[in-house]
């Protein structure tokens, strides 16, 4: 089997599992998808305990449901969140916690982002990459929905931080898996964030 079906084979297991054990939740079906996953809320919370989270003052967020979460409690906790659109389409959304007091919510979904963040072509420099998977294993290696877009949002993060930048990924303990397949240009995460614990690879 070629590296490519491995990929394919493991995100189908992974996307059956979760909506078989009721752990996905909407949008549903969450084939397809960075899968939202009941504990998203704790992830967003056990996050905040991280060193690098606390000292970040910018953080990249991707714009999956998951991670709406994440980007809820980075602006109420005043960090200004770098949205990358949806598939890279419209470059890159910059929501600045200052002028969304009462709008945190609205503003962490894709039509909030939107409507009350500041389109921007290029990426800003972040302290802190947070990105959605569907599954990761304890070597950092992680899988996506498949079409190439967390591998080069983490890409061009490192690049305008001079690769010195950690990546966190939030997920379900469903999605750890013992092993990731992976090729040269897949990019990894530093430290993952489950429902219930951190593991820092």
């Known amino acids: 089997m070629d590296i490519k079906e491995e990929k394919r084979k493991l995100r189908e297991e992974i996307w059956e599992k979760m909506e078989k054990s009721g752990i996905a939740r909407f949008p549903l079906p969450c084939r397809g998808r960075i899968p939202n996953f009941t504990g998203a809320e704790n992830a967003a919370?056990?996050?905040?305990?991280?060193?690098?989270?606390q000292k970040a003052k910018t953080v990249f967020v991707n714009p999956d449901s998951p991670q709406f979460y994440v980007r809820r409690q980075a602006l109420l906790d005043g960090k200004t969140v770098v949205m990358a659109s949806?598939?890279?389409?419209?470059?890159?959304?910059?929501?600045?916690?200052?002028?969304?007091?009462?709008?945190?919510?609205?503003?962490?979904?894709?039509?909030?982002?939107?409507?009350?963040?500041?389109?921007?072509?290029?990426?800003?420099?972040?302290?802190?990459?947070?990105?959605?998977?569907?599954?990761?294993?304890m070597h950092g290696n992680r899988l996506g929905k498949g079409g190439g877009y967390?591998?080069?949002?983490?890409?061009?993060?490192?690049?305008?931080?001079?690769?010195?930048?950690?990546?966190?990924?939030?997920?379900?303990?469903?999605?750890?898996?013992?092993?990731?397949?992976?090729?040269?240009?897949?990019?990894?995460?530093?430290?993952?964030?489950?429902?219930?614990s951190v593991h820092r690879v």
């Open 150 to 196: 967390g591998d080069k949002e983490i890409r061009i993060a490192k690049e305008k931080c001079g690769g010195d930048v950690k990546v966190v990924t939030t997920v379900h303990l469903t999605q750890v898996v013992s092993l990731v397949p992976s090729e040269k240009d897949d990019e990894k995460v530093d430290i993952i964030v489950t429902e219930k």
């Open 45 to 53: 919370k056990l996050l905040r305990g991280l060193a690098e989270y």
């Open 86 to 137: 949806p598939r890279l389409k419209a470059g890159f959304i910059v929501l600045k916690p200052e002028l969304l007091k009462g709008l945190e919510g609205e503003a962490s979904t894709i039509k909030g982002a939107f409507r009350h963040g500041q389109l921007v072509e290029e990426i800003p420099k972040v302290d802190l990459v947070i990105e959605g998977s569907v599954a990761v294993d």
